[in-house]
């Protein structure tokens, strides 16, 4: 009887894994909608006092954001689903935070 119960607990933990929608890599990377605009500002305005720091706000609450997203990602690799996708959303936040972090720190 146990063994059906437990059975029956895995077949249900699997249905529900399928019925969560799976979400698009657009979705896994909106961090960088904050972080995209940072980066141009500190790039081509950032001598300027406001600029800076109206970037560096941006920047940080995207950066904040990748962190959440960053941890979905590997989640997502520990579970070998989209590995590909989890791989690229991984890599692109990890890159747009370094470079904040490089812009921030050398203007």
């Known amino acids: 009887m ?3 119960t437990t059975a029956h607990a895995e077949d249900q933990t699997e249905a529900q894994v399928q019925d969560q929608p799976e979400a698009s890599v657009f979705s896994s990377t909106l961090s960088l909608l904050l ?3 940072a980066l141009l500002l500190l790039r081509f305005w ?3 006092t406001w ?3 109206a970037a560096a706000t941006l920047g940080v609450t995207g ?3 990748a962190v959440f997203e960053f941890v979905a990602a590997i989640r997502s690799l520990l579970r070998r689903s989209r590995m590909l996708a989890s791989v690229f959303a991984a890599a692109v936040m990890a890159a747009g935070v370094f470079m904040l972090g490089v ?3 050398g203007s």
Request: without cysteine; charged residues 20%; hydrophobic residues 45%.
């Open 103 to 105: 812009r921030l720190s």
């Open 46 to 48: 950032g001598e300027v």
């Open 2 to 4: 146990r063994e059906q």
């Open 51 to 53: 600029v800076y720091w």
């Open 35 to 37: 972080i995209g605009p």
């Open 63 to 65: 950066a904040v954001i």
